[in-house]
């Protein structure tokens, strides 16, 4: 079955270690997104990459970088993590077809406790 | 500023009922509005989409309204389960420039069997 694959579920880390949660997508999608989501708040999305083409959100903190080698993978860097980036960590996947955003298919997730 | 708002308090129904949940949007004009899926632990998984050229959308037994002078969308289960219980978060999103939604923080359904 085509899915978003997010590695690992679960990622333990020591404050200011740095930290990289990856996804990969076996939909051939060509856009893939980060979101953060704490405890009962929107996912708040930090960055996208449309092709290789990156966007960063205006109010993502330099401390998150991303990588996106090909189209099947992307990765999240937390180059220090803080204790309030501890979070839920989501990536996406959509078709985008001449800037008509379809629907979005998110992976399971990485819970990030920073201790 | 722009606001997109669900009830944060829990909806808790009887089994068989229909369930109602509201989206309401502030300083936005979306050209489309979609629906998802989240239970605990887990990503989001997407219901439905509606544009706002559309009033209305079905999928079984899923209904999404659209009012863009209200600025709100309602998004109805019918003859509600229990394995419908999770949060429900609504998503905004324009056709051009800005590709990415902007996510309410959800609305809890709980179904009493």
């Known amino acids: 079955d085509a899915m978003v694959i997010q590695n690992p579920r679960y990622q333990v880390t020591q404050f200011g270690k740095p930290v990289t949660l990856s996804c990969s997508q076996t939909l051939n999608h060509n856009v893939m997104y980060w979101y953060q989501q704490k405890s009962s708040q929107a996912p708040k999305l930090l960055f996208h990459y449309y092709d290789k083409d990156f966007n960063n959100e205006a109010d993502t903190p330099d401390n998150f970088q991303s990588r996106r080698p090909n189209t099947s993978f992307c990765f999240l860097d937390i180059r220090s993590p803080g204790l309030g980036d501890a979070a839920m960590y989501l990536c996406?996947?959509?078709?985008?077809?001449?800037?008509?955003?379809?629907?979005?298919?998110f992976g399971p997730g990485t819970r990030l406790l920073v201790l | 500023s722009q606001k997109i708002e669900q009830n944060s308090e829990a909806l808790n129904i009887q089994e068989g009922k229909t369930a109602t949940l509201t989206c309401n949007y502030t300083?936005?004009?979306?050209?489309?509005l979609q629906w998802y899926r989240q239970d605990p632990g887990r990503g989001p998984v997407f219901l439905l989409l509606?544009?706002?050229?559309?009033k209305e959308k079905r999928k079984e037994r899923l209904k999404v309204t659209f009012d863009t002078t209200l600025k709100q969308s309602l998004f109805h289960i019918t003859a509600s389960q229990p394995a419908d219980s999770a949060t429900y978060l609504c998503a905004l999103g324009l056709d051009t420039g800005r590709r990415a939604l902007t996510f309410g923080s959800g609305t809890r359904l709980q179904v009493q069997p």
């Open positions: 996406a996947t959509s078709r985008d077809l001449a800037s008509r955003v379809l629907s979005q298919y």
């Open positions: 509606i544009r706002e050229n559309e």
């Open positions: 300083n936005y004009s979306p050209a489309y």
